[in-house]
């Protein structure tokens, strides 16, 4: 099919230039964009019964569809479960991994429908997803129904603690680790095999793991050089807090990047999520590796990661590395609202630093976009918008009162719009997201089950404010 949306008010293509084209028609064809540039220019080039479908973009503005490159679809079910008083460490191992180890693979595959219908509504087109806990096939699946594009794989992790936290049991645990590094990569190469390439090629399957404490060292340098064996890329949690910083530098003289440095399992085929307790000589490692990182405000600001404080994300991004945005889970960063990471990353350390150069609206619309495609190493097909590239992309509203004045759109994008004003979202030449409803799923009963669901897995794991620990040991 051949879709011409026209006289849209603005598109920021997010190319290399940053091209911002105002008046302007795109052209998508099937799936991809086969023509973009003023409408003037794109009238003169086709008969408009050319066309299948003409849109009236009179009163839209179009962006890239935004790239979420940290979530959890497995936690979806989680929101405003888990007290906010929680610092990382406490808040994985006294509350994630006891609700984690509790969900079912049908529950499991419930959220995940769930989380990319909020990402939907949201303008996120694509995802890197840290893996399934419990059925990969199911997340696969859903993934490839609800017609999105996205990365998972299977979550993995190796190390038990010594001392067994309150309230583990020998099935969580179970359920969480793998007996040792050999068997866990076996199992992350079949995944791979198995589901790489699904979806007609929307959907990736990466050689994902936990990260940190619960993964020995053997398993961080074996899942990055398993991946590029199999040509695909890996992701795991490193340098979450201070605290994994100062237990890493206790037990093994070094703290954590240097430490995978030290055994060569940085590359460029790895993304590093949060990444937030980093040295200064640490940043070049990274950058002379080409590895990306996934920074997630929201998840610093509500974990006190300290990321304005301590984190080196200007530093990152003056070294030349690709730093995209992630939302995490919903119970750790809030919500799969990747706009509201924009907002933040945009502004907080112009603030934290008091140098308004920093970071701003250009590089933040770049994080999500671009650069996230970049660290997934999806930038030749998705991220901007522009001739051959898969039609991902979402149209804004700018009759809603967050557009009503506005001057420059890339400012009002990412300071003053919200999925508020999101009319459409388009995945693969495909309109995903319109009329206010998400196109592949009934959200109404979807809503009722997760509730239900979400209800029944807290229950299980036995998750109660003021009896859970809030306060951590394990792994010290």
């Known amino acids: 099919m051949r879709t011409l949306i026209e006289n849209l008010e603005f598109v920021l293509t997010v190319d290399k230039t940053d091209t911002v084209l105002s008046n302007a028609s795109v052209v998508v064809d099937g799936e991809r964009f086969s023509d973009v540039g003023p409408a003037a220019v794109i009238a003169s080039r086709y008969g408009r019964e050319t066309f299948d479908r003409i849109v009236d973009g009179s009163r839209f503005g179009m962006t890239p569809g935004f790239i979420d490159s940290h979530v959890h679809l497995s936690e979806t079910l989680s929101r ?19 609700f984690y180890a509790n969900v079912t693979g049908e529950d499991e595959v419930v959220g995940a429908t769930l989380g990319m219908a909020e990402m939907l509504r949201c303008g996120t087109t694509c995802f890197l997803d840290m893996g399934a806990q419990s059925d990969v096939r199911g997340v696969v699946e859903a ?5 999105m594009r996205g990365i998972t794989g299977r979550h993995a992790a190796d190390v038990r603690p010594a001392v067994i936290p309150p309230g583990w049991t020998e099935e969580m645990m179970a359920h969480h680790f793998f007996p040792d590094a050999a ?48 040509g695909v890329g890996t992701t795991y949690h490193l340098a979450t807090s201070i605290e994994e910083a100062h237990v890493c530098e206790r037990k093994h003289g070094l703290w954590p990047i240097s430490r995978i440095a030290a055994h060569g399992g940085l590359a460029s085929n790895l993304v590093i999520a949060h990444c937030v307790a980093v040295q200064d000589d640490e940043v070049g490692l990274m950058a002379d590796a080409g590895t990306k990182v996934a920074f997630c405000p929201g998840t ?24 995209g945005l992630g939302t995490d889970g919903v119970s750790a960063g809030g919500t799969m609202n990747l706009m509201r990471q924009l907002y933040m990353v945009a502004g907080m350390f112009k603030d934290s630093r008091m140098d308004s150069t920093l970071v701003g609206a250009r590089k933040a619309l770049r994080m999500a976009t671009i650069e996230g495609a970049q660290a997934l190493g999806w930038a030749a097909e998705i991220g ?93």
């Open 183 to 230: 068997t866990a990569l076996k199992a992350l190469e079949r995944t791979v095999k198995d589901f790489d390439g699904a979806g007609g090629g929307r959907v990736r399957c990466w050689c994902n793991i936990e990260g940190k404490e619960p993964c020995s060292l053997e398993l961080h340098v074996g899942a990055r050089a398993l991946a590029e064996k199999l």
């Open 300 to 323: 610093a600001v509500k974990l006190a990661k300290g990321a304005t404080r301590i984190g080196k994300y200007p530093e990152m991004m003056d070294a030349g590395m690709d730093v």
């Open 143 to 147: 993934i490839d129904k609800i017609g």
């Open 80 to 98: 405003a479960v888990f007290p906010d008083c929680l610092a990382t460490r406490a808040w994985v191992f006294h509350w994630a991994k006891p």
């Open 384 to 476: 901007s918008i522009e001739k051959g590239k898969r039609a991902d992309f979402v149209l804004f509203d700018l009759d809603h009162f967050e557009w009503v004045p506005y001057g420059d759109p890339l400012q009002a994008v990412v300071y003053s719009s919200s999925p508020a004003s999101i009319a459409q979202t388009w995945v693969n030449g495909r309109a995903l997201f319109e009329n206010g409803r998400v196109a592949t799923v009934d959200e109404k009963s979807l809503h009722v089950e997760a509730r239900r669901r979400a209800a029944d897995v807290v229950r299980r794991a036995g998750l109660v404010m003021g009896q859970t620990p809030v306060v951590t040991t394990t792994y010290d």
